[in-house]
């Protein structure tokens, strides 16, 4: 590991492909602390996908991460990370390359037991894959994962927030979510146009189960998908006004103010299933954003 990462790409003549959606962070001292963000791992292995030139690899190697497993797409870039895994660059066994795409990989044959996901995400697959780790049958002993700055405040919006939608409540349903860093665009090769942030989740011990997942996600998508729109006419084609008034919601809230417990009714009653406790106040927030 004696060359700098830019030196080990302009040796293997490397650079970033727009089409992967590729943006590289080659600042070790950056790529330490989101390491740090997403440990201890206490000998747990660690899955990061897309790692290119390896930047992030090269902290995890010095982290206490057992099993370091990479799971990289563009195959220019193989030789170089095996290169981290040889005895003459301070290979010690645990590294693990996988030529593959992510969206397709079954991580339960990549590892066993509790695995970490550390990752500075392709931008133009970030968020099916954080939905595929969410709501998947496998599911990570924790997330720290970069994204556009957007996406990012996304999955961490709380109702009332411009960001709030689809993607914050699924996020929330299944982990608790936290943003721990922001990085400007400056911070990679090439920069991208916009900065960037990193969000560390663990999953809950409450998650729902599958089924009352996958109404979640049939009822967030129809609520935010006419997100303006009242949910009685919003969530017409599940039910409606008959759907809000089973879950105890008023039809005539929109789905910005609905918070994760009201949504989690919805979807009950849209399944089928029995609610926990008696509805309260219709699960909206008292976060209105007020109009001007």
């Known amino acids: 590991m004696d060359l700098t990462l830019r030196e080990?790409?302009?040796?293997?003549?490397?650079?970033?492909?727009?089409?992967?959606g590729q943006h590289f962070l080659l600042d070790l001292n950056v790529t330490r602390k989101i390491v740090r963000f997403a440990g201890p791992f206490e000998g747990r292995a660690v899955i990061e996908v897309g790692p290119g030139p390896g930047g992030l690899t090269r902290a995890l190697l010095e982290s206490d991460a057992g099993r370091v497993v990479l799971v990289e797409k563009d195959p220019?870039?193989?030789?170089?990370?095996?290169?981290?895994a040889t005895p003459d660059s301070g290979g010690d066994g645990?590294?693990?390359?996988?030529?593959?795409?992510?969206?397709?990989?079954?991580?339960?044959?990549?590892?066993?037991?509790?695995?970490?996901?550390?990752?500075?995400?392709?931008?133009?697959?970030?968020?099916?894959?954080?939905?595929?780790?969410?709501?998947?049958?496998?599911?990570?002993a924790s997330l720290t994962l970069m994204f556009q700055k957007e996406v990012a405040?996304?999955?961490?919006?709380?109702?009332?927030?411009?960001?709030?939608?689809?993607?914050?409540?699924?996020?929330?349903?299944v982990a608790e979510a936290k943003l721990v860093m922001h990085l400007p665009a400056a911070a990679f090769t090439p920069p991208p146009k916009v900065a960037?942030?990193?969000?560390?989740?663990?999953?809950?011990?409450?998650?729902?189960?599958?089924?009352?997942?996958?109404?979640?996600?049939?009822?967030?998508?129809?609520?935010?998908?006419?997100?303006?729109?009242?949910?009685?006419?919003?969530?017409?084609?599940?039910?409606?006004?008959?759907?809000?008034?089973?879950?105890?919601?008023?039809?005539?809230?929109?789905?910005?103010?609905?918070d994760l417990n009201g949504f989690l009714r919805l979807a009950r009653a849209h399944a089928g299933l029995e609610q926990p406790t008696a509805p309260t106040d219709g699960g909206a927030t008292l976060m209105r954003r007020k109009r001007t």
């Open 196 to 258: 960037s942030a990193v969000v560390h989740l663990v999953p809950r011990e409450d998650r729902p189960e599958r089924d009352l997942l996958k109404a979640l996600e049939r009822v967030t998508a129809a609520a935010f998908g006419q997100r303006r729109k009242m949910l009685r006419s919003s969530l017409k084609q599940l039910g409606g006004a008959e759907l809000c008034e089973a879950a105890g919601i008023s039809p005539e809230d929109r789905a910005e103010v609905i």
């Open 76 to 84: 220019r870039f193989i030789p170089l990370l095996n290169e981290l």
């Open 94 to 140: 645990r590294l693990t390359v996988v030529e593959a795409d992510a969206l397709n990989v079954r991580e339960d044959q990549l590892v066993e037991g509790p695995a970490h996901l550390v990752s500075n995400l392709p931008y133009n697959v970030g968020t099916p894959l954080l939905i595929k780790w969410l709501t998947g049958p496998w599911t990570p």
């Open 8 to 20: 080990h790409l302009d040796a293997h003549g490397l650079a970033a492909k727009k089409s992967f």
């Open 153 to 173: 405040e996304r999955v961490v919006a709380r109702p009332g927030d411009d960001a709030y939608g689809r993607l914050a409540v699924i996020s929330q349903a």
